[in-house]
């Protein structure tokens, strides 16, 4: 009698020559790069160091493209922004100690996001792991505790044997939903030792589903069924689990309101009758939520700004659609459900009935109203000709990452994202420099759109260094850097709180002579030729920079009142 688990996949006629001819010269990188290919990445990126060199060595063995970035939190960042693009695990390939380290804030953003990245890092020779001090470059205690609190998982291999099976492990982990960054360490001299292990030839890993239980769904289509004043807020796990469709026909069967989260932006139509859009921060939304008798939470785990800094106090019943068990009812109770968006959101297709309500397209457009007269009596003309210029000028399919930045921070609130899964931003971890690496590792992901990347000038030196990687690979990304001499969101804060501002005023350089160093053609524009000159340098191949001299306010706070 066979049973399913007893069978096993007999090797090819290929497969079994390469095992029994291996080709010479392979180290233990040389079973990294095997491995991550088999697993079906095609795109590797990080940065060289001498623990790490048997890794890179074996690439120019292997068909994987490598994408070399000049800091490792950027490599983290492009990483980031290439398995948000394509929902496949992005390999960071980094050195040991300072290399790995650097990557932190990197790896912190994609945790957050829920970005696959597959960070494989070097370490000390084996003898050199343990905690004992020995002096070895780039030696640490416990490279890997380092990691521990960051990212999903940490997988460190010992031999060269273990090198397949950990890769292919830590590939399951990053890719099971919630998706998110995993780390893999593996010794300098396990990397760079001859090998007697035959090619790897296989490696397919099946991420696990992540389905709601079915009663309930049951008690949740129940009362969304019978609820008088539905309402959903769609979170980021809507569009990772590309369930906007599904979301969309749940909502028009329910006629209930959908307020996207800033994660979540494109999950929803912008212009569709029930769409509340995203404006989160600001108090008349956060009354109509409260005001909800059942409120559908769709992959979010209302945090700070998803709740408009915990100011929300729902009065009505709480369904939580949430992937990471973490995040279920950590915020507020509610009938918690784990399971994937898009399984969940297609277990309560199957099961709800439909409701009818004609007043709601007339409630969101009262709430929209509201909304737009408080903005508008703040005279905020400048901020909003802006942002609606670089709207019009970035093509409706064309992706767009954010840093953290006043312009940014509008459009959380105010962007249409025309589509799901096309603007990303760091507001999850919250860290500088995030838009122009990002936006190299989604140009990377799929040449067929430009890209935009939009930073402040403060944010933008964290990442300047990467316009000679932008040359180098010539990616079609156009920067946007909006100059205003310094931090200026912290320097609003500041200015609010304590009357002045502090170590916030920035000395600069000439961007567009900056840019035009690396030999990327670089502009100086206004607010009247943005539209103009933005549009031109998306239209244009390779990598291009547009700095608007600007400073920008941002809206008057609610939450505060």
Known sequence: MTHDHDLVLRPTAAQTEAALNPPPGRNGGDLVVETLAGLGATTVFGLPGQHALGMFDALRRSDL????????????????????????????????????????????????????????????????????????????????????????????????????????????????????????????????????????????????????????????????????????????????ADASKKLRQLAERLQAPVVTTFGGKGAFPWTHPLSLQSWLEDRHTTDFLEDADVLLVVGSGLGELSSNYHTFKPRGRVVQVEADLGKLESNHPALGIHADARLALQALLETVDERTDPAAPERVRAVLDKVHERIASQELTLEQDVLAAVRRALPAGAPSFWDMTILAYWAWSAFDAKASNTMHSAQGAGGLGYGFPAALGAAAADPTHPVLAVSGDGGALYSIAELATARQYDLNVTWLIVDDGGYGILREYMTDAFGQPTATELTRPDYVALAESFGVPGVRTSPEALEADLAKALAAPGPSVVVLPAVLRMFAPTHLD
Do not use: C, M
């Not at 953003?109 to 890092?121: H, N």
């Not at 020779?125 to 004992?132: K, Q, S, V, W």
């Open 65 to 240: 493209r490598y994408i070399g970035l000049r800091v490792e939190n950027n490599a983290g960042f492009a990483a980031d922004a290439y398995g948000r693009i394509t929902g496949e695990a992005a390999p960071l390939l980094l050195s040991t100690g300072p290399g790995a380290l650097t990557s932190l804030a990197a790896l912190q953003e994609a945790r957050a996001a829920s970005a696959p990245v597959l960070a494989i890092s070097s370490q000390v020779p084996t003898a050199g792991l343990g905690g004992g001090r020995h002096g070895y470059l780039h030696e640490l205690p416990d490279q890997a505790a380092s990691f521990r609190g960051v990212v999903k998982s940490v997988h460190t291999v010992r031999t060269q044997s273990q090198i397949p099976s950990a890769i292919a492990e830590a590939w399951t982990s990053a890719l099971t939903v919630p998706h998110g960054p995993v780390w893999v360490e593996i010794p300098q001299d396990v990397l760079l030792s001859e090998t007697p292990i035959p090619v790897v030839t296989g490696g397919d890993t099946f991420p696990e589903e992540l389905p709601p239980r079915p009663e309930l769904t049951a008690v949740a289509a129940d009362l969304l069924a019978r609820a008088e004043r539905p309402a959903i807020i769609a979170g980021g796990g809507v569009v990772r």
